[in-house]
Nanobody, 121 residues
């Protein structure tokens, strides 16, 4: 199994920045893609951005975060970051990462517990 642990969420005022991180461990060699999702109360879960675990290139980003959010990877630390700038109240959500161990589109096999991001106006 792949273990995922998020950290780095928190509270910030509108316009501020946060950089949550997702540390992967155990069978990380089996990971193809790592994605950051978010779930806000009353809303559907949304894939925010995803990265190719081996090459490090971005494979997906949501239009709602385009130009404000950047995903990156530190392969030495098996950690993926989500740099979020110009945060707005509508970005408030539980953010969690997930790992895909196959190339089946949209399928993620392992999930972290999440880190809360709260943006006040």
């Amino acid at each position: 199994q792949v273990q995922l642990v998020e950290s780095g969420g928190g509270w910030v005022q509108a316009g501020g920045s946060l950089r949550p991180s997702c540390a992967a461990s155990r069978r990380t060699f089996s990971v193809y893609t790592l994605g950051w999702f978010r779930k806000a109360p009353g809303k559907e879960r949304e894939l925010v951005e995803a990265i190719n675990w081996g090459r490090g290139g971005t494979t997906y980003y949501a239009n709602s975060v385009k130009g404000r959010v950047t995903i990156s990877r530190d392969s030495a630390k098996n950690t993926v970051y989500l740099q979020m700038n110009s945060l707005q109240p509508e970005d408030t959500a539980l953010y969690y990462c997930a790992a895909a161990t196959s190339l089946v589109a949209g399928r993620y096999d392992y999930w972290g517990q999440g880190t809360q991001v709260t943006v006040s106006s």
